[in-house]
Nanobody, 124 residues
């Protein structure tokens, strides 16, 4: 079963960039939709970006469109979230999520496995 492990979080200043990585150990990684979610203190977990199993379809929350990019490397069994022009409101714990087999996107209800989360803090 795919078990994701995130890395790359940290403390940055507004306007900076950061890249999150989510590594898996599953040989069939390329067959799963993958995504990134985040949860700020006192707020519900929200979907940030997702990618279909084949990589041909992506989703971005309106709040991150044009600033964040999701990508995947099947050879490394890793999904990435490139975050540019970071804002203080991007501060949250970011979670990698494994979606369904041959899925086109990931929603909260279709997540089959969550990572442990990585903290991203953006100072103003």
């Amino acid at each position: 079963q795919v078990q994701p492990v995130e890395s790359g979080g940290g403390l940055v200043q507004a306007g900076d960039s950061l890249i999150l990585s989510c590594a898996t150990s599953e040989g069939t990684f390329s067959r799963y939709a993958m995504g990134w979610f985040r949860q700020a203190p006192g707020k519900a977990r929200e979907r940030v970006a997702t990618m279909s199993w084949g990589g041909g379809s992506t989703y971005y929350a309106d709040s991150v469109k044009g600033r964040f990019t999701i990508s995947r490397d099947s050879a490394k069994k890793t999904v990435y979230l490139q975050m540019n022009s970071l804002k203080p409101e991007d501060t949250a714990v970011y979670y990698c999520a494994v979606g369904s087999l041959f899925g086109s996107a990931v929603t909260t209800t279709s997540v089959t496995k969550w990572g442990q989360g990585t903290q991203v803090t953006v100072s103003s």
